[in-house]
């Protein structure tokens, strides 16, 4: 049976529990962009979760403005993204921490002598301080850390499949010989349209939300997004590499 030749892993609440934390920190400034454009609308961590769950800053303002019908300047844009990233990574140093049996499982795969790599939408600095602070960074080195936000001119956000596309050209492999992880509908669709074999791991939602969050979850993601897997815990990760491998 054919080997996958990488294994491309997303970071938040794939890797990393950070996404809940990261919206706490954005939040108070999508209430201010609300104000700042005489709307009267304000968002909680959970609101940005539930519409905006795997975007970035800089597309989650897009998605706003489309939303709610109004236009920040360039300028604008820039500062509040710039302004997210800081109070984003400093939240993270201090508080993220691994989704359960991340360390265990990569260790195995290093012994097996798979390349792995973390592509994702955030940017660059916040992934890193991410996985620092969840202690698994030893496992990717800093050059095979890919960020939709960071890595790509102009910056990009899934499910636009620019970061799948630019890390497989990067590393020296096709989209159909990897495999990535995702816990997200907009992750899963980018790697969908990049043509990318998607495991889809939905253990975070029972983290965070109960069994019937998770089971819904599962199901979106193999129907919309043709996921070959869907992983509700780390342990169960061998098996769905099997699954990908049996395919190639």
């Known amino acids: 049976m054919a080997k996958v ?3 491309l892993l997303d970071c938040d609440n794939t890797l990393v529990q950070s996404e809940r934390l990261a919206f706490e920190a954005c939040a108070d400034l999508t209430n201010e962009v609300m104000e700042l454009k005489g709307l009267p609308e304000r968002y909680t961590a959970a609101k940005l979760l539930d519409d905006f769950v795997g975007f970035n800053f800089r597309g989650m303002l897009k998605g706003l403005q489309t939303k709610h019908n109004f236009a920040l300047t360039d300028a604008e844009l820039e500062d509040f993204v710039a302004r997210e990233l800081g109070a984003v990574t400093k939240k ?3 508080k993220a921490v691994e989704c359960p049996g991340v360390t265990k499982e990569l260790n195995l795969l290093k012994e097996q002598g798979y390349p792995m790599s973390v592509v994702s ?4 600095s916040r992934v890193v301080a991410s996985i620092e602070k969840a202690g698994i960074a030893h496992f990717f080195p800093k050059e095979h850390v890919y960020s939709a936000a960071t890595s790509l001119n102009p910056p990009s ?6 970061i799948y596309f630019y890390a497989c050209e990067q590393l020296g492999v096709k989209p159909a010989e990897v495999v990535t992880v995702e816990d997200s509908k907009s992750g899963a669709t980018a790697a969908m349209r990049a043509g990318i074999p998607c495991i889809a791991y939905v253990g975070i939602y029972g983290i965070e939300e109960g069994k019937e969050k998770m089971d819904e979850m599962a199901a979106l993601l193999t129907k919309e997004t043709n996921a070959v897997a869907v992983m509700y815990d780390w342990s169960e990760f061998q098996e769905c590499l099997k699954k990908v491998e049996a395919k190639l």
């Not at 939408?121 to 660059?124: D, F, H, K, L």
């Not at 956000?157 to 620019?162: G, I, N, Q, V």
């Open 5 to 7: 030749k990488y294994i």
């Open 92 to 94: 993270l140093s201090e």
């Open 121 to 124: 939408t955030s940017a660059g």
């Open 157 to 162: 956000s899934k499910p636009d499949p620019a």
